[in-house]
């Protein structure tokens, strides 16, 4: 069996179990080990290592919370996402940040104030939006800028 396809298979089995250590291990591994996740990661490091400041920070489908490791210069952190076990995983990965907080929902009409966040991440998150839904969701995370 192809190794990328086992650590998939290795995922489901440990989200499947709530088994959070698990999950976040072949999680980590598979970001580590995947190209594509690799250059996505470098990427995001180098942008958000151009702004000074990210402010007010809201990681929309955030799973795990790996990203939000780059978010050194942001004053809080909101990681957000429909998933309540990656949510608990987030907690675990994240432990020990003060400044980093959850909200599990969908995002339809984000439970936010308008202008709250200085900086809005979204990582491979639309593509699971119904295209019918997608210019809402859209002009939602604008508002919440």
Do not use: W
């Not at 990965?93 to 339809?108: D, F, H, M, P, T």
């Amino acid at each position: 069996m192809h190794y990328f396809k086992k650590l998939q298979n290795n995922l489901i089995e440990a989200k499947n179990r709530g088994d959070c250590a698990a999950y976040i291990k072949y999680r980590t591994m598979r970001t580590s080990l995947g190209l594509f996740d690799k250059y996505r990661f470098k990427l995001m490091q180098h942008i958000l290592g151009l702004r000074q400041n990210l402010g007010v920070v809201i990681d929309i489908g955030s799973n795990i919370g790996l990203m939000a490791t780059f978010y050194r210069t942001a004053s809080t952190i909101l990681l957000y996402d429909l998933d309540a076990f990656t949510i608990r995983c987030a907690k675990m990965v994240l432990s020990g940040r003060e400044n980093v907080s959850y909200i599990q929902a969908n995002l339809k009409n984000i439970p936010c104030r308008t202008n709250t966040f200085d900086t809005v991440i979204s990582l491979e998150t639309i593509e699971h939006i119904p295209p019918e839904e997608q210019k809402e969701v859209l002009n939602d995370l604008i508002r919440i800028t």
